[in-house]
């Protein structure tokens, strides 16, 4: 069962997409075989465009991405002088946020499964919550690494739900769509959860049912709020991306080809301002300040005895000593 | 403006209100000032009821909390021979993990004020996001010890949505109910965001709507996947706590003596039980683990050079280096 790093990432290299999956699932479970794969695959990440795709259940997302995909995936279709050879490879990354109480995760592979197999430029991924949302976001991050330099040139983090996780998870993407449907009372729910600043392409999907307009317009107007700089100001419009807001059908493909456009105009964006470097910068410090925090709380575990600790802990269960005197007591009682 | 702690602490327990404002801003701010007083306040603490009530945006949440909170505070209402004088006290922690950017704590604390004013035995805060989460959650349960030692007796923390955000509120509390309301697409919304693992009570609210059948159909079939052993034996229900599903008309206060007896029921079941103390252990120790993190990490960048960390970012950026890679030469490379 086991195999060494060094066969992994060649085979991963070559594109065997079973020595891939082998390599997330040691990812996933940090084993020390992955993370050292991860290493050595490190160098060759980087090139592709990190697309993240979040919206409440009940919008058509996992429709809208899997038909996304198969535009893409079929560029004939989207310029008519592109070789097929040329397409894009897409690597789907389906997080769900919620616990296998749901088997959300498990689910929405199958239904997967059945509308893109026999794709070989495809690789599907389902990842599923395992506690903390930290956690999850940072095992995203490096299974989005390993996509990354097996060559995937698209890769599509997709998440479920409007929370706070949505915003960890897209941390990790370059480019965030955020997908809202008409008579789900999402459009307040998106500005609620501030899930809108995290978007730079704004979806109203299902925009055949009645009250996309209005969908639309409450969208429009919360794009003015929080972009007043492009109202007022003319003349730098360049160099601020204000979000689109685009309109699709997912079930007939109606608006992909423009997603599409709109995916590449903002990576576009991205490379000729400087805000895509700025943006890598500040997802990797905060990816380094979180793997910090967690080597930090291991070692002062590995370091400290539990006695101590859960002394402590029983003084201030019994109102004894404030949790904050507790743990300062407890850093301070560190013999190092 | 500046005020001793202890002279702030002997005010909050004789029931200055603009005092123990005063305290919640020194203690949401973190001021040396807030933090000393807490910890002079901390063994008052521990006699509230800490409730939970959570939701998505349109659930009728917020008219809801303010109806219980009427109904907590007229006991004549609740029972015959209560005087009032003994009628409960109580505090209201609306925490908006959303952004200043939608503005909404700020509104549904109006709102709140015109309905509940007027009355001394209810004090209201709201709490908007600053920034990450976890940062949220711990200035939301250091507000709550503090609402506790200065007496109030049943201490409602409502938060909006229904993500991760608001799982991890839910630590705080004692009791946490979830809300719903038909028509919303709420219970597949509950079901996946993993929100009904952290339910103790479940309400239908709006329960005189289309779809509210359906609503509570999905809950308990929902409740019975999570709760299988309730379902398969028998004789041992009075040790495990099976959340009951409610219905409620907010706008007219059906509902609201049950609901308001349920949380009774719930909390004598934790008293009863094992489960309070378990429970109570189980939160502090998460939050001593989230401020020992907080602690150890501002140790760490207090002791090193700034310098040596951006030198391992850019590396990082420039793909020479594995994040992982980075930290670990980081916390080597630490002089101590």
Not at 4 to 19: A, F, H, N, Q
Not at 85 to 111: K, N, Q
């Amino acid at each position: 069962m086991s195999i060494e790093p060094k066969r992994l990432v060649e085979s991963v290299l070559r594109g065997d997409r079973l020595c891939l999956a082998r390599l997330l699932t040691l990812i996933e479970n940090e084993e020390e075989e992955g993370l050292q794969a991860l290493q050595q695959l490190y160098p060759s990440s980087g090139k592709a465009h990190l697309i993240g795709i979040t919206g409440a259940p009940g919008t058509g997302k996992s429709t809208l991405v899997n038909r996304l995909t198969e535009y893409l995936r079929n560029p004939t279709e989207r310029h008519e002088d592109i070789d097929p050879a040329e397409a894009d490879s897409v690597a789907i990354v389906a997080v769900d946020p919620s616990s296998p109480f749901s088997g959300g995760a498990i689910l929405g592979d199958r239904i997967r499964m059945r509308d893109l197999s026999g794709d070989k430029g495809v690789f599907i991924r389902s990842m599923a919550s395992r506690g903390a949302v930290g956690g999850l976001a940072r095992a995203t991050a490096s299974v989005v690494e390993a996509l990354d330099a097996a060559g995937y040139s698209k890769i599509l983090i997709e998440t479920v739900g409007a929370g706070q996780a949505e915003v960890e998870i897209a941390k990790t993407a370059q480019t965030t769509v955020v997908i809202t449907a008409p008579g789900l009372g999402d459009e307040v729910q998106a500005i609620k959860a501030g899930i809108l600043e995290i978007a730079d392409i704004l979806v109203v999907n299902k925009c055949d049912l009645p009250g996309a307009d209005n969908t639309k317009r409450v969208l429009h107007s919360a794009l003015t709020l929080g972009y007043p700089q492009h109202t007022t100001k003319e003349g730098n419009a360049q160099s601020v991306w204000v979000p689109p807001i685009l309109s699709t059908i997912a079930t007939t493909g109606e608006g992909i080809p423009e997603l599409a456009s709109a995916l590449d105009e903002h990576r576009e964006y991205l490379e000729v301002s400087n805000e895509g470097k700025r943006q890598a910068r500040e997802q990797m410090r905060s990816r380094m300040d979180q793997l910090l925090r967690d080597h930090l709380i291991k070692e002062f575990t590995a370091q400290n005895p539990d006695g101590q600790y859960e002394e402590l802990l029983e003084k201030v269960l019994a109102r004894k000593l404030e949790p904050r005197q507790a743990v300062e007591i407890l850093v301070r009682g560190n013999p190092e």
